[in-house]
């Protein structure tokens, strides 16, 4: 069933990560995804492993759950790295006709590799020790410094909120649709991409019909329940920084020094 | 209901739709004036297109006569300086369940009213354990709304209104969409309100067996209140009912066809006990009549 999609990957929990504000947790994923670019040696991922691996560790979300964040990504992967390895120009290790491998192109490939890694592991901690509540909030909060030259902080936060609500209805409403067509001789499976696109019709009139008519039973219930924007609103859970915070912060800081510092000690040759 | 005080008053209202204006359309509501008194519950009944969420819509400002006026606790709702007084009081819930849902969790979504109210976080968590309490949902209070049955969707959309501490409960058609055990649900859930909260209830339902269980029923025929009293007497005028298309509670319906067939029953029926003891006591009447 369609209804079985769950939306983002949060894994609920009680760890320390899970407890850092929402707004650390984004900043430091933002942090993070720098240094990534930024590391000019082995030794550099050396250290950022070290450094997921600890986090990981501490968010207590068992391993595989973040490297199945990997699986979707495993094509592209492997198609930019094996141009890496094939087009990039320099010593030459290995020859067969028109390919070739270079000593660069090898060192290309496998850093492309890591980073692209590193980089899920990285958004996939954030999104699984972070619901998406607390994700809105933060990015409100965030971004909301910026209401003041126009940037509807709240508005979009709002909007995102009760997007996540309605997918899983949606959803499920399709599922109905799809059901009651199939019922009625619809066929979605045959024939060329055209006639398949035309099979799509059936479904997506009725599935916009009845999003128009939520959004307005949705901003009626809103306004009887005396919603009127962001001013002056306040929030079941305020977002507050803590101690824990503040330790992230600082470990944060210094893994990113390390990484940084260990580009200067890139020892030639080692691979 | 021991108050006689009036928490709503409709006096004389008109009201047409903009949109459908045309020249001698005639109106939704026409002269409609009722008194709804705090502690009551009140059902209002009407079929389809009589103008009942139309009226609905004039008890917290969502629409405002276009003649007469609508006052709650005082309020006119016609001053939109008073808007956020009147809506606060008045808690709307609709028949989409899913419709009227905003968050993905439970216990935020019962937040949204006191957030927009710009209630402290303290007092918000009281009111959403209030209320979650109150409509016996505290132990979903972390769940996807999605996830939850009609029943008890609905039952956290009536806690999302709880929440801002209404004077009064507006709930049109309810239980439109549930399936009968979360007609229960929120038949129980209200009666229960209206009882131990001493809520103000105005349920709109095209379902007699509840409109038979209110302290008041008002009937609403094309625009008009045509009937109005409590459920038996309401109910007793069988005929009248039937002739503008609506039904009347099953006991009072087979009470009015025993009537009918000569038996010595009054239509004042509305349940299925009173109908039981009144057949046994009419059989057990007659049968002493054929021994004589
Ligand atoms: N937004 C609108 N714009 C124009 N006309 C409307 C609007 N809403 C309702 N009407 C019309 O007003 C009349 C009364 O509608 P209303 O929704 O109040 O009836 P109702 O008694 O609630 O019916 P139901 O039992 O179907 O819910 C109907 O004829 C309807 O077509
Ligand atoms: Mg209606």
């Known amino acids: 069933m369609l209804k079985d999609i769950t939306l983002g990957q949060y894994f609920p929990g009680k760890s320390f990560i899970h407890k850092l504000d929402p707004r650390t947790k984004i900043l430091c994923a933002i942090v993070y995804i720098a240094v990534i670019f930024c590391i000019k040696s082995f030794l550099g991922y050396f250290v950022l492993f070290a450094f997921t691996a600890l986090i990981v560790a501490l968010s207590k979300i068992p391993v595989r759950f973040v490297l199945k964040g990997l699986k979707p990504i495993m094509m592209f992967v492997a198609i930019t790295a094996l141009f890496n390895l094939l087009l990039t120009d320099g010593r030459i290790l290995w020859k067969w006709g028109f390919l070739k491998i270079t000593y660069e192109g090898l060192t290309q490939a496998v850093y492309m590799v890591l980073r692209l890694f590193f980089l899920v592991f990285g958004t996939s901690i954030l999104t699984l020790t972070t619901s998406p509540i607390a994700l809105t909030d933060g990015i409100e909060r965030l971004l909301s410094p910026l209401k003041k030259i126009g940037v509807p902080a709240h508005e979009f936060a709002m909007m995102m909120t009760i997007a996540l609500r309605f997918v899983p209805t949606l959803l499920e409403e399709t599922d109905k649709i799809i059901k009651a067509q199939t019922a009625r001789g619809a066929d979605f499976e045959s024939g060329n991409i055209i006639n398949r696109a035309k099979a799509m019709v059936p479904i997506l009139i009725p599935l916009f019909i009845s999003a128009f008519r939520r959004a307005d039973d949705l901003a009626t219930a809103m306004e009887c329940r005396c919603y009127r924007g962001g001013e002056n609103r306040t929030r079941l859970r305020e977002l507050k920084l803590g101690y824990r915070d503040g330790v992230c912060w600082f470990v944060v800081l210094i893994f990113s020094a390390l990484i940084l510092l260990a580009n200067y000690f890139q020892v030639s040759g080692l691979l | ?292």
């Open chain 2, 1 to 292: 209901m021991d108050t006689n005080e009036k928490l709503i008053e409709i006096k004389n209202v008109e009201f047409l739709y903009e949109s459908t204006e045309e020249p001698g359309g005639s109106r939704v509501l026409k002269d409609v004036s009722l008194d709804i008194k705090k502690g009551e519950f009140l059902a209002v009944l009407g079929h389809n297109g009589s103008g009942k969420s139309t009226l609905a819509k004039h008890l917290n400002a969502i629409l405002v006569p276009e003649k007469g006026s609508v006052l709650v606790a005082g309020f006119l709702t016609s001053d939109e300086s008073l808007l956020y007084e009147i809506r606060q009081r008045v808690g709307m819930v609709f028949q989409n369940p899913d419709n009227q849902l905003v968050a993905t969790i439970v216990e935020e979504d019962v937040a949204f009213a006191p957030e927009n109210l710009g209630v402290n976080p303290q007092e918000i968590r009281e009111r959403v354990d209030y209320a979650l309490d109150a409509v016996n949902m505290s132990e979903y209070k972390e769940h996807a709304p999605h996830m939850l049955s009609g029943g008890q969707k609905q039952r956290i959309a009536i806690a999302g209104v709880l929440a801002m501490k209404p004077d009064v409960l507006v709930m049109d058609e309810p239980t439109a969409m549930l399936d009968p055990e979360g007609r229960r649900e929120i038949l129980e859930t209200v009666k229960k309100l209206n009882r131990d909260e001493g809520m103000t209830v105005v349920m709109i339902t095209h379902f007699m067996e509840e409109a038979a269980q209110a302290d008041r029923v008002v009937v609403i025929d094309h625009g008009k209140i045509i009937m109005h009293g409590l459920p038996k007497e309401v109910f007793s005028r069988v005929e009248e009912i039937k002739e503008i298309g609506l039904d009347v509670p099953q006991a009072t319906e087979l009470a009015y066809l025993l009537k009918k067939e000569g038996f010595d029953f009054e239509t004042d029926i509305l349940t299925a006990d009173e109908c039981v003891n009144k057949i046994l006591s009419v059989y057990q009447s007659e049968r002493g009549a054929d021994n004589d």
